[in-house]
């Protein structure tokens, strides 16, 4: 009973971190990492902790290199001790104890990547050695119609990273494709976190159970996006840049509460008349914040069709602000 007590006391020490020096005198731990799995967009890498003396206890520690994300980490441990994990997306700390030494090495964390296409270098600290164990962990791409040399190669994979678009089917994104009221509504409601929903459907071509109804009653009650006159809310029409730009105006007014107070003289763009008398406030501030500069040809197309990948773009900007 007594070894027990005091077995669980150094546990204790060990995860509130309080006896580095004191383990490390006992022996110091040992590991490896390798990456087990790829899929699109993903890796997994497990950490293993060699056996020997002072395999029984330590820590490690780690911050994400830029461009990857830490989806999940979990400890393999089970029945071989027990385990300390705090993550974020970007970082994580680990410490584990044993009553004995390890016999054999043992997996002990496993981490779930993700992030955009490439290679990147992932290292995982042991304070206690000062040991660093690298890896380098490959994510493959997940579109195979957006490349690296696409201009809009990373704002697809960001949007993509934060949940804010999925592609249209497991391996295309179709970036040239317009993107619909819906699907842009939709996008908004999940950078809002994708809050619980009440009240009623007041669109009669809003399907009950379709993947945007919950988007589209949250936008209607918060003022982001209005329907379409007629009780309609015309969820497959292509959104325009001008009703795009407004519903992000309204988002970033009503929902994030983010400076909004730039504006720009919209006489330079020689369509600029084009704009109707709702959008133009809208308009006048994407344009004097930087979310829209317009094109080679000075319009700014406010009745064009947006892209998916002018969206991702858009949605990416904002969702930095936010």
């Not at 979310?291 to 969702?319: C, F, H, I, S």
């Amino acid at each position: 009973m007594m070894k027990r007590i005091i077995s669980c006391l150094l546990v204790c020490f060990l995860l509130l971190g309080l006896c580095p020096a004191a383990l490390a005198a006992a022996g110091s731990p040992t590991a490896t990492a390798a990456v087990t799995a790829n899929a699109q967009g993903s890796a997994t890498v497990v950490l293993t902790v060699k056996a020997g003396s002072g395999s029984s206890h330590g820590r490690v520690t780690a911050t994400m290199p830029a461009g990857l994300t830490l989806a999940s980490a979990r400890s393999l441990l089970g029945s071989e001790g027990i385990a300390d994990l705090s993550s974020t997306k970007t970082s994580l700390r680990f410490a584990w104890a044993c009553y004995a030494d390890l016999k054999k090495d043992t997996a002990a964390l496993e981490l779930k990547l993700t992030g955009k296409p490439g290679v990147y270098a992932l290292q995982l600290s042991l304070p206690e050695t000062k040991e660093t164990v690298s890896v380098s962990v490959e994510i493959p791409g997940v579109f195979r119609d957006v490349s690296a040399d696409d201009w809009f190669f990373n704002a697809v994979y960001d949007a993509y990273g934060r949940g804010l678009m999925v592609g249209e089917s497991s391996d295309l994104f179709a970036p040239n494709d317009s993107m619909t009221r819906a699907m842009l509504i939709t996008t908004l409601y999940r950078m809002s976190g994708s809050p619980a929903v009440t009240g009623e459907n007041p669109y009669s071509d809003v399907p009950a159970g379709s993947y945007y109804e919950k988007a589209v009653i949250w936008a209607m009650q918060k003022g982001v996006a209005n329907g379409m006159g007629g009780g309609k809310f015309e969820p497959d029409t292509r959104v325009t840049r001008q009703q795009a730009v407004t519903m992000l105006y309204r988002y970033a007014v009503k929902i994030a509460g983010i400076r909004t107070d730039e504006r720009a003289e919209l006489g330079r763009f020689t369509d600029s008349t084009k704009i109707n008398a709702y959008a133009i406030t809208a308009m006048r501030w994407a344009v004097g914040s930087g979310l829209m500069k317009g094109y080679p040809d000075n319009t700014l197309q406010p009745n064009g069709t947006l892209t998916r990948a002018e969206a991702a773009t858009l949605l990416v900007w904002l969702a930095a602000k936010v």
